[in-house]
């Protein structure tokens, strides 16, 4: 019952929904409905809803898990193993009318070049167009991603009545993105045809880059289901 999408920035930079408030296993069920706009739900909901519920424990529990993955790339002058993995951590437990639970997850992941930067430096990779003409070459591999991102989460419900629920998270979020690039030609610089210097590194400023965020969320609700014919949350 908690929104956890920005009702303003819809993109994939400030837009997308913060899915660190959900810990991997504290899921119990995942429903996407596709369809018009519905007034059960906010106003940028016109595409698609993602509906993900959770559950608090019921008994002591504690889970801890770790995934991992090695992919191996090789294209022009790049030739290079790229690792990801992930680290869950949950422990929770009921007493009487209290459910609480703490979540930790970290992750950290590494990608190969996303794109690559061509000009008119000589290098063992000319750059052909689609109609087969030589249109100069590629001097290096751009966007080589690190990402590095932590999230903290602390959960609690306690029951005001055997059928009303008042529940209240808060969760914190950090992340770090590293942008690098990779040259095939060294710092070589040149001038083009109008008397320009440029070189590499200039060439892929937008290639390469750090970026950092903090996010803090909190949520507070009350659900009750009185009876068969009537329910209603804050």
Known sequence: GVPITNQIFQNNTYGSPKWWITSPEEIQTVEVMYGPFSPAYSGNSAGAVVNIATQMPKEFTAILNTTGALQTFNKFGTNDNYLTGGLNALIGDKSGKVEWRISFNHEDANTQPRLYVSGKTVSPY?????????????????????????????????????????????????????????????????????????????????????????????????VSNASKDLSWEF
């Open 126 to 222: 000319p750059y052909f167009d689609k109609t087969g003409a030589n249109k100069g070459y590629y001097e290096g591999a751009g966007s080589l991603i690190h990402g590095v991102s932590d999230s903290l989460s602390l959960k609690l419900s306690y029951d005001l009545t055997p059928d009303t629920k008042i529940n209240y998270s808060t969760t914190y979020w950090q992340g770090l993105t590293q942008a690098t690039a990779q040259s095939f030609i060294g710092s070589y610089s040149y001038t083009n045809s109008s008397n320009t210097s440029s070189n590499f590194n200039s060439s892929t400023t937008a290639n390469a880059f750090n970026q950092s965020s903090v996010n803090l969320m909190n949520t507070l609700s009350i």
